[in-house]
Each structure stands twice: as C-alpha cells, then as structure tokens.
C-alpha cells in the first residue's frame, strides 16, 4: 500500500490555490478552467481551508448570497480532519470514511503539501487490488448515509 507521499508525487503540483480575499465567482472560474471540484484556499501562503462545489450549494446558492461579492474565507471549509504524508492510502480512506469528507489536506511538520481526494483514492484503489475492500466499505457507508439524507427531506 503506497504512502500519501507516493500518492502526491504523481499527481504533480497543486495548482488550484487561491488567497482567502478572493471572491467565490473568482473560484468558481478557476474551478471551470481546471475541471475541477475544489479550490484551495490559502491565507498568506498558508493553508487556510478547502472551497469546493458542496461550499457553493450549500453556503452560497442556498443561502442567497452572491458570488461576486461573497470572499472565500466566509464560505470555506476549515476544519478538515488531516493526514502525513507518510500515512498510507488506506488510513486516508478511513479517514474519509469517519469523517464523511472527500477531501483531505495533507501536513507534513506542520507544513501544508498538498490535498488528498476520494477520487485519487479511487484511482490508487483500482491500482492497489489491496485498497479495495476499504473503498467498498466507505461507498456502501456513503450511499446509504445520502439514501436517509434524502428520505428525510420528503
């Protein structure tokens, strides 16, 4: 089972980062431009927190706001639960899977380097037969959390 280290080091540099004063419309085209679902949201050069499209429905649209002038540091994700870079792929999946996230920021001696995603577990799961009974357990865990989610809004 490969480190979060290893993990990281394919995937290449992180390159959706964006300064806490930034505006959600600022992140979301950033988003769009990269394809992807998240933004990481730093403050001074130092992680801060994480903005991601779950942050935009619930936070934004769902509370009227407008991303024009909403900041990112009002809106953000920031208390994620973390991981070392020398945590395995497994430990990240449980993680996860306790704290019902998909995404994980990673800390080595207290220093920001990166973020984890359940995508990249995903991957590393196809690759990493290993891997799979613990990504099993965090889908089955998840669809039947968002089935009574949904149940108890009707």
């Given at each position: 089972m490969r480190t979060i280290?290893?993990?990281?080091?394919?995937?290449g540099p992180l390159s959706n980062t964006m300064e806490a004063s930034a505006t959600v419309l600022e992140?979301?085209?950033l988003m769009q431009c990269l394809n992807t679902q998240f933004v990481v949201v730093m403050r001074?050069?130092?992680y801060a927190g994480v903005f991601t499209e779950s942050d935009y429905t619930r936070k934004v649209i769902l509370r009227n706001r407008h991303s024009h002038n909403t900041l990112l540091h009002e809106v953000m994700t920031a208390?994620?639960?973390?991981?070392?870079?020398l945590d395995t792929a497994g430990h990240a999946i449980l993680m996860m899977n306790l704290y019902k996230t998909r995404y994980l920021p990673v800390f080595e001696?207290?220093?920001f380097s990166g973020m984890i995603t359940f995508n990249d577990l995903m991957?590393?799961?196809m690759r990493d037969k290993e891997l799979m009974p613990f990504m099993e357990?965090?889908?089955?865990s998840r669809s039947a959390s968002e089935s009574m989610s949904r149940d108890a809004l009707y």
């Open positions: 280290s290893a993990i990281l080091a394919a995937k992140a979301l085209g001074c050069g130092k208390d994620l639960p973390f991981v070392s870079e001696d207290f220093a991957r590393e799961a357990e965090t889908i089955l």
